[in-house]
Nanobody, 121 residues
Framework: QVQLVESGGGLVQPGGSLRLSCAPSESMFSFNAMGWYRQAPGKERELVASITSGGSTNYADSVKGRFAISRDNAKNTVYLQMNSLKPEDTAVYYC???????????????WGQGTQVTVSS
């Protein structure tokens, strides 16, 4: 069973920064893409940012210019650097991985357990 272990959430003041980490139990090269989603109370889960195995990135309009997704292949970890945080960024953030260990495999979707990010003064 593939696991995605997240860390780095917490409480931060508006304008502050946080960095989230996601370490998969399998090599990141076994994933077509990895990303971060978030879900605020009463709202649907939404894509925040994603990065493909080739390094291409995609961001939600609401976080462009403030958040940055990256991957460290040596550490087998994906990061989400969040700057200029706003109260509306408050949510549970989930790491997502689209797992495909070989060209003969189907793509399987895996999720981390979620980490709370609260932006408040």
């Amino acid at each position: 069973q593939v696991q995605l272990v997240e860390s780095g959430g917490g409480l931060v003041q508006p304008g502050g920064s946080l960095r989230l980490s996601c370490a998969p139990s399998e090599s990141m090269f076994s994933f077509n893409a990895m990303g971060w989603y978030r879900q605020a109370p009463g709202k649907e889960r939404e894509l925040v940012a994603s990065i493909t195995s080739g390094g291409s990135t995609n961001y939600a309009d609401s976080v462009k210019g403030r958040f940055a997704i990256s991957r460290d292949n040596a550490k087998n970890t994906v990061y989400l650097q969040m700057n200029s945080l706003k109260p509306e960024d408050t949510a549970v953030y989930y790491c997502n991985g689209k797992y495909r260990p070989s060209v003969w495999s189907i793509v399987s979707n895996y999720w981390g357990q979620g980490t709370q990010v609260t932006v408040s003064s």
